[in-house]
């Protein structure tokens, strides 16, 4: 920029015009939270007129989709749900709200039967004809269904079936902008970017529901589908919600490393690690002998991950910066056979998981954090609910796998549950004039600029700082300064330029992506600072020891207008599940 | 490495605008997929070029178009080292919005004339007890996980040249549908894909299960329904 003066293209006459549309329940979002809510609410209340707004292809973008593992649901009589809890609260090192966490493990056996009885879904069978349930990390009981290694195919293509029977209207490849309350401060809709023609949209509707999924793509290696930018949680805190856990970001350890190609940070599945795969450093070392001597590599995601970045981070890794995971020694038929979807993504970037090791870093994955709610659904605001990876609370510190399209799809439901029940009490309210013009001019501004940072560009040192500095192993030191980079990139995209292009404008859509990524950035820094301890997903080196269940408390952050944060602590409720309670006999 | 020696690879890209850049030179890294040549396209020349990905590892199905003529996903599509020229166009047979991106309401709107979703049963609560080597899932298994992306809707010369066939991603789904003992439409999918703009219109080209990047087989599928052979 070199302090030019920089010349903004003038707004053409018109720019801030824009549609408006009436329903009665507005969806943000189409993964597997956004279709359940849609379905439970079209079935409870016919004629009520939903719609489902996404900002990629409807039932074919965000995460869901991307499952390989499962469903974790308790179907086996020798199983109970006291044992999902304890297994999924053990797993969230007691961070969890208990009442979300024994919702989850409550509603998840009736919702596997809905989505095989009335979805369509056909889950893998064992040789009696029943479901069939594998074995995953951190469970204390076999429970987890799936359909191959391709589980979210199966249920995200059945659920997009079923749109056509209730015929919901979508609004595919609309980016929601910003949530527009009424006058009073209830919500009366939400803003809107139609991006294929690049109009603006006003969506009033009597509810909302923010169902759009997580942030974790703000990190340089990260798993996630492109849409995943936190939108969701970041229009929640700019519309005044407070968020909980947003220090807790989940890394899996086993992110496939392919240099500058989109496919660095896909995951490698778990079931490699069950199945036997060792890790090594550089040095041919087989470290997890130093981290976690009795599980080694079958320890879970946080020690491992912790393990391999410590290695990489002490220059005992790989050249272009990762570990390696072996499993060769089963044999290449033994592989092949097992795990032939993760042998061709190997062999798509030119190596060969059944002949030999292959390069993986830890790479970012799952949320946590969130914003708060309750077991229907409900926010701080009246007629706002939120559903799936977009809400806080139910996983605690760390997610165990399996548990994340069991949160997506029952609080689906449950939010189209409460949609339908509410509908009919609330009107469409007028939506405050001065919040939809404030929204839909931020949003212009990248197109008219002429000059400035390109948003990829600013992307990137996003993610960069994000992975250095508020990663997997994190320290005030460098949080602090993680927290000043951040603010500067806040800075820079005040100044930064896209071509002028309404349409399908890549460029542009980056940028408001950006915007969403860098309020969710700061959320997770602050709250992050805050956590002087080390538990779960959150790892701190100037404070290694988990701190005494006894003073557990979570972290709460909202944001005021002008962006300032406040942060309190909020006390834990043992309400089903005392951690410092003596263990109980045989659990 | 200087710069200078860093090789470069030549995209041509079919725009909508005709004025637009529709030629570029990016660097090659290892591996490069056709999806990572569109980044490179954003990041280093062009930011207005317009495509579509969500997942980049095979599974939303969103990245479909084609390259040299034919259609992939682009996320798949690894850029050999001998390759020096690539170009790149919107699938076929559906209408471009912008660039490289295309609207798939005809795909959708034949999916959805197959009925596309399970008509259960309203007496089963359970989920079906099924056994996994049975001749039903024999037939069903290998064609479930269609992701939609309409590779080969486009590569149909005859779901391509009109609208007046179900084509084979649809098709494939009835045929799956109707192999589904908890399914009770199977009568009424059955007259949809035995009607008009059925099976029948299949001439055999086998372009469906030549490109389909799930190695599906829509043809079997087809061939099945035409000859009363699925199981039902």
Redesign the interface.
Known sequence: MGGEQVESRRAPEGALEFEELVTDVAIIGSGGAGLMCAIHCQDAAPSLGVTVISK??VG???CT??VQGGYNAVLDAEDSLEMHLEDTLAGGKYLNNQDLAWTLVNDAPKV??EL?????C??????????KQKAFAGQSFDRTVH??D?T???IM??L???M??IGAKELEDVRALDLVPAVDGSIAGVTGLDV?TGRFVLIRARIVVMATGGAATMYRIAAP???KTGDGVAMCLRAGLQARDMEMMQFHPTGIL??????TG?VLEEGLRGAGAKMFNAEGERYMERYDPEKLERSTRDVVSRASYTEIMQGRGTSSGGVLIDISHLGVEAVEGRFPGMVA?TR???SDLARGPVEVSPTAHFHMGGVLIDRDCMTGIEGLLVAGEDAGGVHGANRLGGNGVAESTVFGCRAGDTAAALADTRAHVEADVHAVERSLRTALQPLLRQQGP???ELTDALKSTMWEGCGVVRDRLGLEKTQSRVEDLRERLSEVS??A?R?????WQ?ALDLANQIDVARAVVASALTREETRGAHARSDFPEQRNDSDLHYVVLGQASDGTQNLQLRPVEFSRVDPLAPAREGA | MDASDTPRLRVRIRRSDPGAPSTFEVSRFEPMTVLDVLMAVHREQDASVAFRFSCRVAMCGTCTIRVNGRSVLACQSVVDAQTTELYLEPAAGLPVVRDLVVDMTPFWDEWARVKPYLVPAAEMLEPAVVDPESPERRAIDDSLDCIQCGACFSSCGIAGLDRHFIGPAALNRAMVLISDSRDEAAEERLAIVTGADGVDRCHNIFGCTNVCPKGLDPARAIRAMRTGRSWS
């Open positions: 990629g292809a074919r973008s965000g989709r991307m596997i039967r095989e009885t009335r979805v369509g056909f889950f893998d069978r064992t040789s009696d004809g029943h479901i359909r191959g391709l979210g195919i199966e293509s059945r997009r079936d079923q056509f029977r294929r589908a492109r849409e392919a240099g500058e190609s989109l496919m896909a993504r798509q970037i030119g390109s948003p990829f896209v071509p292009t349409e399908f404008n890549r460029g980056e």
